[in-house]
């Protein structure tokens, strides 16, 4: 009798198993879409890098994944912070933008538009490799329930105008310059450039611009090609005073309902994508220089004599925020990151 009760359940415990091995197989099987927006126009760097992201998940998953892209901060009205709150949610599943958008829920993202942070575009490549620089940052994106798939380079932001050349910081006094929604660009362009800097997303700026609402904008060189602005703007400045760069933020909710393989295969995925990106910018970027110079776009490019006037003029923008983001954040971005 003993024995029959083992047979039976050794019999019952292998149908369990293969229940629970059939689920997991179903459950592996499941389709999974990933809703990834962007605060850029189609066709952008941005958009391209995402969309190298998505055929890597998409061909890698044999289809299983499917990642789904909006441009313009798509799935929020454009509304640059209200992205942040929906991935925090997990409304949207990946995110993408210059990191001083997570800004007004921790001030220490402000750190990414410190002037004059990087001399070259070499050493802002280390700084996003930076061991060191993703456990901190990751650190930030963990107490707002989210991971960071990776930093990459956007470009140097450049002044863009309507009105003259621009080769000193005299000259931007007086000018309404639209900057993102980011107290530290409004700070920059206000206290130290003497300038009338206006907060405006980033959807409304061509039009305001063609209308001549506003005088000028900053923005990376490729955006300022894909976004057309020069239709509307005469002048371009390469000054290099602010080498931005773009974060990619998954929400925690998200990456807790995929399995360790699916969430190595999208962490890997982002790695290399955001590789791609740095690789497609440094490509193109002086040809995208010279096609808006063809085209009868004045580009100014500063020498490192009047780079050094910008530089000294806004220096005590580091103090001022050394109170707000701490000095340890400080010390991090101004080289701590190659220790």
Known sequence: MFKRIKKLAAVGLAAVMMLSATACGQAQDKKIVLHF????????????TAQEFKKMVEERSNGRIEVNIYSNCGLSGGDLTKAIELVQAGNIDIHSCAPPNIANYDKKFYSFWLPFLFPNSDDLLTFCHSPKVHQVVNGWCNDLEMEMLGINNAGSRQISNSKKEITKPEDLRGMNIRVPGANIFIDLYRDYFGANPTAMDFSEV??????????????PIAVFDSSKFAEVQQYVTLWDGVRDTTIWVMSSKTLDKLSEEDQQLVRDCATEALDWGNDYLAENEQQIIDKLKAGGTTITELTDEQKAEFQKACAGIYDDYAKSVGQDVIDLFTGGYKE
Do not use: M, R
Not at 37 to 48: A, C, N, V
Not at 206 to 219: A, F, M, P, R, W
């Open 37 to 48: 927006t962007h605060t850029q126009s189609p066709g952008s760097i941005s958009d391209l």
């Open 206 to 219: 061509y039009t305001s611009l063609q209308q001549k609402t506003i005088d000028g904008q900053e923005n």
